[in-house]
């Protein structure tokens, strides 16, 4: 597959005039793909039914002619202020009560019976317009589903659509009492129209009626998304796509993926660093010109496998962004890195957002490809680097890693329900142990909860998953790789009620949870031999073999077979320990990197790249601060 690069592109907010040397400009610069439209509602339909798509046509026609791909996007996020007189009561809702106004973007309830049939009549005629038009390659659905923290909302139509959804789940209010206990605080219904959001109560709400909740706000995106790509592939052969964000948990990536054919997402390292990853301040500072090390790499990672293989990256941060506490400017080289740092990942694209900076509106800030002055600025020469370097380039194949790690948006959902523990993210917990394999040098692929073939990969990692169906078990419990488990495996039914036997009741091992206790972040819990539990730790008992103590004595993780679980969240010491004692097991290889470095394995390369700010040394050689190092296999 031959890598290409791409940028963000608003015809709408440039004169008519400059078009075309815009379009020449990029294709000069190497770039293949250019996506538009994701924003432009009240241009295609500046009154209510009254349409102008010329411009639209006009632009796609000199940017198709320059020999550019356009990735077209459905304008949804934005919907224009007529559409808010027409119906009032499609603004979200948040959790105080307050309607999210017009005036920004992605002011819309997913449940919004009306906003969808807007949705489903101006992507119709989008599709209908340019489903065939050759110049047309991608499409993108909306943008960014769940930013600005929109997946949730308590709407009066939210309230009605959850209602239809408990009762499709549970069948009668009976079964539903029963399965959320609500007898607990005398909390019974007599019908589903009884129930209301779990937003405003006094203390907090039932558990099961939250986690229902969020469970519902998810399946309202994916079935939103549904309805606009159902409606582009009835009309076009392009592939469809969405662009997801880092760290956004809030609705499940993989269903909205199952109905699209590639998955992009945003990545900006440095807005990130600042905003999202939840790092020490020491961390910050050595890496706020940069990025962290690993964030990227897990999106590419995760969406990878959300794109069924294959993704993008559709908007890659250019220079300093507008949104982030501090918006510094990333060290020369580093936006070259990022692009071949996403290739190493697989991605079939990498687009830099945006093409020239608005000087006008929210994101003048936001640097782009060109200055406001058109001038070229630092993105698009490091752009035209990299698109020189793909000329004679080889093909870059991914490979099966060696090293599986779950990821399940469910089990995020029940974490941030009920924490049990300030701080206590599923996110955070996956991350943690990403990091650790990375930082041994491992290439890792994520899987969604619904794998039940594990074959050919030799380590498994399956950390939180609060929730685990019986027949995950069975294909975990069959499978010949290492699998690790713990913290709080099977801890919740399906309903987030504690099951018993106690969890993780899990066949071929002889564990069981008898106690849990979160713990100040400032109290680590040292084990022997090195590395401590932090925030989280289960008591454990059962008649496996003892694999890791406390320094009290205590035992940390049990193992029978290929079957480990570890009770507790391990540091960075202790997951590396656990993890490079299973690889020695599967005659993996690890390493010890340090620093900034970093490495993924495709089928014919190790590509190396170097997050710090000084020169590193890798096993192939020395490695400049902000680059990239290609060795050969
Ligand atoms: C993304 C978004 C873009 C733009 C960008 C700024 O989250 O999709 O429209 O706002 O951030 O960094």
Known sequence: MKRTLGTCYYPEHWPV?????????????????????????????????ELDFDWLDQAIEILGQAGLKVVLGTPTATPPRWMVEKHPDMLAVDANGNPRKFGSRRHYCFSHGGYRQESDRIVTLLAE????????????????????????????????????????????????????????????????????????????????????????????????????????????DAPTSHNYMGRITDFDHFKVGDDLDIATWDSYPLGFLEDRVGASDEHQRAYARQGDPDFQAFHHDLYRSVGKGRWWVMEQQPGPVNWAPYNPAPLPGMMRLWAWEAYAHGAEAVCYFRWRQAPFA???????????????????????????????????????????????????????????????????????????????GLSIDILRSETRDFSGYKVVAAPGLIYMSQDLKAALAETNAHVVLGPRTAARNADMVIPVPLPPDFPGLDVTVSRVESVRPDMPMALKGGGSLVGYREELEGAADVVWELEDGQPAAYRTGNLTYLGGLGDETALKRVYSDLCKQAGVTTMELSGGV???????????????????????????AAGVLFEQK
């Open 598 to 624: 970093r490495c993924r394995d495709t089928a014919t390369q190790r590509i190396w790249v170097n997050y710090g700010s000084e020169v590193a040394a890798t096993p192939a050689g020395t490695i400049e």
């Open 362 to 440: 929210q994101e003048q800030m936001h640097a782009g490809m060109l200055r406001p002055d058109n001038a070229d600025a630092p993105a698009l020469l490091e752009a035209r680097k990299v698109a020189d370097e793909l000329v004679h380039a080889p093909e870059v194949s991914t490979l099966q890693a060696p090293i599986a790690l779950l990821f399940d948006y469910d089990a995020d959902f029940a974490w941030a329900t009920q924490p049990h523990g300030a701080g206590l993210s599923y996110f955070q917990a996956v991350f943690d142990t990403y990091k650790a394999l990375r930082k041994l």
């Open 129 to 236: 317009r340019y489903g065939r038009n050759p110049h047309v390659g991608a499409w993108q659905t909306d943008n960014e589903y769940g930013c600005h923290d929109t997946t949730i909302s308590y709407s009066d139509a939210a309230r009605a659509a959850f209602r239809t959804w408990l009762m499709d789940r549970y069948g009668s209010i009976e079964a539903l009492n029963r399965a959320w206990g609500n007898v607990f605080w005398s909390m019974e219904y007599a019908s589903f129209e009884d129930i209301d959001l779990p937003n405003l109560t006094v203390t907090e709400a039932n558990p099961s009626h939250t986690l229902a909740f969020r469970r519902f706000s998810s399946d309202q995106v994916v079935s939103f998304n549904k309805r606009q790509a159902d409606i582009i592939r009835a009309r076009s």
């Open 17 to 49: 005039e400059i078009w075309e040397a815009d379009a020449r400009r990029m294709k000069e610069t190497g770039l293949t793909w250019v996506r538009i439209g994701e924003f432009a509602w009240s241009r295609l339909e500046p009154l209510p039914g």
